[in-house]
């Protein structure tokens, strides 16, 4: 069972556009993060929101926490090719879930083309 | 900011070889965490520890078997290593009570 589903899987763009990853599922976590992943590399943290409705800014990039703490999305605002990569959401708790361990979802692959 | 290394960025081995993969953190984190990644499937946790000498199996732990025998080094060994376990391995750190990890940079490992 996947708690962290992802959606688009894949998106490929062209610089300048804008563009919104979502994060579902049917259980509640307690917070949610969002990852970077560039090619050859290990994910790094962009962002956690903890609160339901949270709206998190990072220059270009939204982040948004459901109200009933199930989903998140991303937006990218004017997207440019450093901005290409993986994108993964995590969170912590949910049901089947973990309070010790993280869980993630399959992410969203981003190419922003010049 | 914490530092997570892994010994090989790149490694080639041969079926039926005993493979270690290591990593060190350069501070005194507890929790430390082996992940395999592949397309499709994601991150899938193979095992992770919370101290010294203490292992939990993750969702994936057959065929691997890990080592911690001090704090800021958590190996994981391939016992007898298949072609089914080439991909990227990631080593991670929980720092503290804080949300997120610290991953390394990987090691892209190939069975052939």
């Known amino acids: 069972t996947q708690l962290l589903e992802q959606s688009p899987q894949f998106l490929s763009i062209q610089e300048g556009e804008n563009l919104t990853v979502y994060c579902n599922s049917s259980s509640v976590f307690s917070s949610l993060q969002w990852y970077r992943q560039e090619p050859g590399e290990g994910p790094v943290l962009l962002v956690t929101?903890?609160?339901?409705?949270e709206v998190k800014k990072l220059k270009r990039l939204t982040f948004q926490f459901g109200d009933a703490r199930k989903d998140s999305s991303l937006h990218i605002t004017a997207a440019q090719p450093g901005d290409t990569g993986l994108y993964l959401c995590a969170g912590w708790g949910g049901s089947g879930g973990s309070n010790y361990k993280l869980t993630f979802g399959k992410g969203t692959l981003l190419t922003v083309n010049p | 900011d914490v530092k997570v290394t892994q010994s090989s960025r790149y490694l080639v081995k041969r079926t039926g070889e005993k493979v270690f993969l290591e990593c060190v953190q350069d501070m005194d984190h507890e929790n430390m965490f082996w992940y395999r990644q592949d397309p499709g499937l994601g991150l899938r946790l193979i095992y992770f520890?919370?101290?010294?000498?203490?292992?939990e199996k993750g969702d994936i732990p057959e065929g691997y078997s890990v080592s911690r025998e001090k704090k800021e080094r958590f190996s994981l060994i391939l016992e007898s290593a298949s072609t089914n376990q080439t991909s990227m391995y990631l080593c991670a750190i929980r720092p503290g009570q804080t949300y997120g990890y610290t991953f390394g940079s990987g090691t892209r490992l190939t069975v052939v």
């Open positions: 929101v903890v609160t339901g409705g």
């Open positions: 520890s919370y101290d010294v000498k203490m292992k």
